[in-house]
């Protein structure tokens, strides 16, 4: 439900030009331009101000953000996104976000403008996570896609079909060309970026961050039931589904 002066802001939005008027007359300090409806015409920040109150809503009832750092042939890492991650957000996706980063205990190498690999499971392994990685830049449906590839008995031979099968909007011939051209390396050199710059530093895989933090109580709690931490931790109504329980488990693959 919209507060009446997200209601009034709307309309005026929708009057204003889009809201891109600006008006000489502000006398306020920056803190209080967004305090009234007057404040915001009369500062010419309306649809900052109606954007903000927008975000505000959306972050008090605060989608739950999980993320996973991971590594495309890591067999707990794959048991976690298939068995625990993806059919928590099947059921919660309107509650939670998932952030997906294909890296895990991999190591890169600088050579002039671009990287070299090497992942702990081997070169099949650096392909899966650089497929992955293409996927989620390329498509909406890339966590559809990586779900299908990790669940099948071979990740790599699967993932064409699963492209297929899943995606409308990318063909498996652009992913690899994603894949062997400079835009998968880059794609790559972020994730490992993304891994390095973890707080604490990951000591295994999956590793799995809440809103953005890690701790080794949520650790649990995510590999225990990922499902009852998310109906927990958000903040806004209950949809239906929560309550609900997942089977338990637990595995890593440790740095080596």
Known sequence: MKTPLLLALTLLLCVLDGGSAVF????????KWCSSLDSAVQCGVLKQCLESNFNRSRQTSGEVEVG???????????????????????????IMSVTLVP????????????????????????????IEACLLNMTSSAFEVINCMESSNDVIKSAESCVNLYTSDVTWESIMSCVKGDLGNQLMHQCALKTKALAPPHAYV????????????????????LFSLVCNM???????????GQRHFRSYCHKE
């Not at 000489?24 to 803190?31: G, V």
């Not at 999956?206 to 039931?225: F, R």
């Not at 958000?234 to 609900?244: H, I, N, Q, S, T």
């Open 24 to 31: 000489s007359s502000c006398s306020r300090p920056p803190s």
């Open 68 to 94: 996973l750092y991971y590594e495309s042939l890591c067999p707990g890492c794959r048991m976690f996104l298939t068995q625990m991650l993806f059919p928590t957000w099947l059921l919660l996706n309107e």
């Open 103 to 130: 890296f895990g205990n991999a190591e890169e190498k600088p050579i002039g403008q671009k990287y070299t690999f090497v992942c702990q499971h081997g070169e099949e392994e650096c392909l899966g996570n650089m």
């Open 206 to 225: 999956p590793w799995i961050t809440i809103n953005g933090e890690h701790t080794d109580d949520l650790q649990n709690k995510a590999m225990t039931s």
């Open 234 to 244: 958000y903040k806004g109504p209950k949809p239906p589904a929560c309550g609900e």
